[in-house]
């Protein structure tokens, strides 16, 4: 017995062999000729009954907002004469465009109600809706609204292949003149930058206030928000973001680079930190819990010099006195830089001065050279004179006197 127990012990710490591959086997759905992330459109047939329950969805919207942006976006071909005013009436502009984005709500079932003393949209299901998703696309419609973008725009959110993202950045800096700086390194000048963000990306993108509103699709958002995002951390400026994109929709163009990472090929910005100057602290001083001395008053000073009692009139006498010296020091300030003015300054040096000095210097140099020269020659022609016959000793000629006494 204890040997059968001992075998079933053994055989429970055994462990079972599994077999490898199992759960790779094919699936109906692994074909690589269906797009997995395509958004089919809705189909009415498939939800014939409609929905049990009314959803509804409002929000608020300003009587006034400012545009930041006054230019349109080249992805749309809209255009509205409210978009060049730097402060619009958003009240006013929904009053007149409402009954378009009603027709287009109604369309797909939806109701929509427009409160002008409250200031709010709202939208509803009605026993006619089909698309249990379409409310959430009429909350995005009135959100759009909301934040001045333009209802042939705001529209265009209806469709199954559009998606919008309201990105915030005003709580992403503390320091409102950088938050202003970053905002409008993002827009550019003219709206430069963010028309090549909207080409790049494929997205509506506008500025407005403390939040960005983008449409497109979803990549194309996600590449909008990280640009955003960064430009407002001050991570990376738009313009090289701008150049990375450039270079991946050229290196998308190549098939032989599709699965090959692109990292070797994209430009690596280095973000220069540039030195602030230092604060200067202060040095504290030691702590002492007695106040600092008083300073002498005016009256204090004038008893310890004793003028506190002298007569108004030696008083007066002794303030002229000092105002006649400060006067004859402000005139003797006055006259010396008059002065100034008519010293004649340093003549500067010539080129030619400077060669004529040279030029006689060298020529008494040469004279005494040659000076020099001529007083030896003349000893050397003196001493080449010499008869050497003169030092050799030899027969003396007879002199004359002695051959006529010989005689």
Same mark, same amino acid.
């Given at each position: 017995?204890?040997?059968?127990?001992?075998?079933?012990?053994?055989?429970?710490?055994?462990?079972?062999?599994?077999?490898?591959?199992?759960?790779?086997?094919?699936?109906?759905?692994?074909?690589?000729?269906?797009?997995?992330?395509?958004?089919?459109?809705?189909?009415?047939?498939?939800?014939?009954?409609? &929905?049990?329950?009314?959803?509804s969805?409002?929000?608020?919207?300003?009587?006034?907002?400012?545009?930041?942006?006054?230019?349109?976006?080249?992805?749309?071909?809209?255009?509205?004469?409210?978009?060049?005013h730097?402060d619009?009436?958003?009240?006013?502009?929904?009053?007149?465009c409402?009954?378009?984005?009603?027709?287009?709500?109604?369309?797909?079932?939806?109701?929509?109600?427009?409160?002008?003393?409250?200031?709010?949209?709202?939208?509803?299901?009605?026993?006619?809706t089909?698309?249990?998703?379409?409310?959430?696309?009429?909350?995005d419609?009135?959100?759009?609204?909301?934040?001045?973008?333009?209802?042939?725009?705001?529209?265009?959110?209806?469709?199954?292949?559009?998606?919008?993202?309201?990105?915030?950045?005003?709580?992403?800096?503390?320091?409102?003149?950088?938050?202003?700086?970053?905002?409008?390194? &993002?827009?550019?000048?003219?709206s430069?930058t963010?028309?090549?963000?909207?080409?790049?990306?494929?997205?509506?993108?506008?500025?407005?206030?403390?939040?960005?509103?983008?449409?497109?699709?979803?990549?194309? &958002?996600?590449?909008?928000?990280?640009?955003?995002?960064?430009?407002?951390?001050?991570?990376?400026?738009?313009?090289?973001?701008?150049?990375?994109?450039?270079?991946?929709?050229?290196?998308?163009?190549?098939?032989? &680079?599709?699965?090959?990472?692109?990292?070797?090929?994209?430009?690596?910005?280095?973000?220069?930190?540039?030195?602030?100057?230092?604060?200067?602290?202060?040095?504290?001083?030691?702590?002492?819990?007695?106040?600092?001395?008083?300073?002498?008053?005016?009256?204090?000073?004038?008893?310890?010099?004793?003028?506190?009692?002298?007569?108004?009139?030696?008083?007066?006498?002794?303030?002229?006195?000092?105002?006649?010296v400060?006067?004859?020091?402000?005139v003797?300030?006055?006259?010396?830089?008059?002065?100034?003015?008519?010293?004649?300054?340093?003549?500067?040096?010539?080129?030619?001065?400077?060669?004529?000095?040279?030029?006689?210097?060298?020529?008494?140099?040469?004279?005494?050279?040659?000076?020099?020269?001529?007083?030896?020659?003349?000893?050397?022609?003196?001493?080449?004179?010499?008869?050497?016959?003169?030092?050799?000793?030899?027969?003396?000629?007879?002199?004359?006197?002695?051959?006529?006494?010989?005689?």
């Amino acid at each position: 017995m204890a040997d059968e127990e001992n075998l079933t012990v053994n055989e429970e710490l055994i462990p079972k062999p599994r077999h490898k591959g199992k759960h790779d086997k094919p699936k109906p759905w692994d074909d690589e000729s269906i797009d997995h992330w395509k958004i089919e459109k809705f189909d009415p047939s498939w939800n014939q009954s409609g &929905l049990l329950e009314v959803s509804s969805f409002s929000t608020l919207f300003p009587q006034y907002r400012g545009n930041f942006r006054s230019t349109l976006s080249p992805v749309n071909t809209f255009t509205h004469q409210s978009s060049t005013h730097t402060d619009r009436c958003i009240e006013k502009y929904l009053q007149e465009c409402w009954p378009n984005v009603k027709g287009a709500l109604k369309e797909h079932g939806i109701a929509c109600e427009l409160n002008l003393v409250e200031g709010s949209m709202t939208v509803s299901t009605t026993m006619k809706t089909r698309d249990p998703y379409i409310i959430v696309k009429a909350r995005d419609l009135i959100k759009l609204l909301s934040r001045s973008v333009p209802a042939p725009q705001a529209v265009k959110i209806l469709n199954d292949e559009m998606q919008c993202d309201i990105i915030k950045i005003g709580n992403m800096v503390r320091n409102k003149e950088r938050f202003v700086k970053r905002r409008q390194y &993002l827009v550019g000048p003219n709206s430069s930058t963010l028309k090549a963000l909207e080409i790049l990306t494929g997205c509506y993108i506008l500025v407005q206030g403390n939040t960005v509103a983008a449409m497109g699709s979803f990549k194309g &958002l996600k590449q909008a928000r990280r640009v955003i995002e960064d430009c407002i951390l001050n991570k990376m400026h738009p313009l090289h973001h701008i150049k990375i994109l450039m270079l991946k929709r050229e290196l998308a163009k190549n098939p032989a &680079l599709a699965s090959e990472n692109w990292d070797r090929f994209l430009p690596q910005f280095k973000k220069k930190n540039v030195k602030q100057k230092k604060v200067q602290s202060k040095e504290k001083k030691p702590y002492t819990p007695f106040p600092p001395p008083q300073p002498p008053s005016k009256i204090d000073q004038q008893l310890e010099s004793g003028e506190y009692f002298l007569s108004d009139k030696k008083k007066m006498a002794k303030q002229w006195e000092e105002k006649q010296v400060k006067q004859a020091e402000k005139v003797a300030e006055n006259k010396k830089k008059r002065e100034e003015a008519f010293v004649p300054p340093e003549e500067p040096k010539t080129h030619n001065q400077d060669v004529s000095n040279v030029d006689e210097d060298d020529v008494t140099a040469m004279a005494s050279s040659l000076k020099r020269k001529a007083k030896e020659f003349r000893k050397q022609k003196s001493i080449d004179k010499i008869d050497a016959e003169e030092f050799i000793a030899g027969p003396s000629k007879p002199s004359k006197k002695k051959s006529k006494s010989s005689r």
